[in-house]
């Protein structure tokens, strides 16, 4: 179960976290990176979820949030 895991969410982080490199420069308003989340990271996790039925920790969840948030808020004026 913990090889499931492993190759399956680690690899979907590491997709995740390549992307969000990709778009870290780019000067996207917010509702533009929201709508890039929604298409690229949302539709990956959703289809891996739904694929594989296992346990996911609630850490995954948590960290996933965090990186999306960061990324979407970096350099905009609340």
Do not use: G
Not at 11 to 39: N, V
Not at 55 to 76: A, C, G, S, V, Y
């Amino acid at each position: 179960m913990e090889d499931l895991h492993h190759k399956n969410f680690k690899s979907l982080t590491k997709e995740i976290e390549e992307d969000m490199r990709r778009w870290e420069h780019c000067p996207f308003s917010l509702i533009s990176m929201i709508k890039i989340m929604k298409m690229a990271i949302l539709l990956k996790a959703i289809y891996r979820f739904n694929i594989i039925s296992i346990k996911i920790p609630t850490q995954f969840f948590i960290d996933l949030e965090r990186k999306i948030l960061h990324l979407m808020w970096k350099n905009k004026i609340v």
